[in-house]
T-cell receptor
Framework: KNEVEQSPQNLTAQEGEFITINCSYS?????LHWLQQHPGGGIVSLFM???GKKKHGRLIATINIQEKHSSLHITASHPRDSAVYIC??????????????FGKGTLLTVNP | ETGVTQTPRHLVMGMTNKKSLKCEQH?????MYWYKQSAKKPLELMFV???????ENNSVPSRFSPECPNSSHLFLHLHTLQPEDSALYLC??????????????FGPGTRLTVL
């Protein structure tokens, strides 16, 4: 079982819908990242958070450290939001300071 | 434009070939990373360099050989690869000491196909 689980694996929405992507992890962490990968491969870092909530434009990321869970929300979704959204965590105990553990990603398709 | 460039963007090579992937960052960062992304699998960290010194080798086979001549450039030398090495290879960089809590800036990737 992967240490980082994302749900759903695939998500199709209509333009304007509110979208939620979930990330659960099984270890203590010092930080969680949300990344966006468009077709063609390029990855953009959206958020890095260790507690609470962050907002950037139509994107909101929340994290509950006690429940080991994070959500990424997209309000008023648009076809240009179509991408793979990846959750990654930095485990607290052991291992390298540089090593992130990644989820498999959620493929979001927003139809016009 | 993320400030991290990779060349080539696509590469097809035979199992006996030798080729190199190049990454350059224009952000003044000190740490650079190589990741492998295979179909249907999570991103896997391969190597990390911090101030030109290798600080992480994630049990990568020796047919992959990294080189970091300075903090702005990172290479991945490839030789006698296997078809299962076909993947998207991504370079990333971070500022400061390279702590993972820093935001990572990714290049566009090199799509590698090994025949």
């Amino acid at each position: 079982k992967n240490e980082v689980e994302q749900s759903p694996q695939n998500l199709t929405a209509q333009e304007g819908e509110f979208i939620t992507i979930n990330c659960s992890y099984s270890v203590g962490i010092s930080a969680l990242h949300w990344l966006q990968q468009h077709p063609g491969g390029g990855i953009v870092s959206l958020f890095m958070l260790s507690s609470g909530k962050k907002k950037h434009g139509r994107l909101i990321a929340t994290i509950n450290i006690q429940e080991k869970h994070s959500s990424l929300h997209i309000t008023a979704s648009h076809p240009r939001d179509s991408a793979v959204y990846i959750c990654a965590v930095r485990p607290n105990s052991g291992g390298s300071n540089y090593k992130l553990t990644f989820g498999k990603g959620t493929l979001l398709t927003v139809n016009p | 434009e993320t400030g991290v460039t990779q060349t080539p963007r696509h590469l097809v090579m035979g199992m006996t070939n030798k080729k190199s992937l190049k990454c350059e960052q224009h952000l003044g960062h000190n740490a650079m990373y190589w990741y492998k992304q295979s179909a249907k699998k999570p991103l896997e960290l391969m190597f990390v360099y911090n101030f030109k010194e290798q600080t992480e080798n994630n049990s990568v086979p020796s047919r992959f050989s990294p080189e970091c001549p300075n903090s702005s450039h990172l290479f991945l030398h490839l030789h006698t690869l296997q078809p299962e090495d076909s993947a998207l290879y991504l370079c990333a960089s971070t500022s400061g000491s390279g702590r993972v809590v820093d935001t990572q800036y990714f290049g566009p990737g090199t799509r590698l196909t090994v025949l």
